[in-house]
């Protein structure tokens, strides 16, 4: 897997590939590719999710800090 960023090229996009990863797959200058493309996502936002509650972060604390002494 090679991960590039698309960069706008007048009116189309194109792709980068590293001098390292063109070498190692022998690429030559115009040659044909065939390639499968998959935007990169947010693998944090993914695994944790968006990050929004529906508890007021207030009412968290004053609970923490309620029972704050029954840990220590």
Request: aromatic share 6%.
């Amino acid at each position: 897997m090679i991960l590039s960023k698309a960069k706008k090229w007048g009116g189309s996009f194109g792709l980068l590939v590293s001098k390292k990863d063109a070498e190692k797959l022998k690429l030559r200058d115009n040659q044909e590719v065939m390639i499968d493309i998959t935007p990169k996502t947010n693998v944090l936002k993914d695994f944790f999710g968006s990050g929004k509650t529906k508890i007021d972060t207030e009412k968290v604390l004053k609970e923490i800090r309620k029972n704050e002494s029954k840990y220590i």
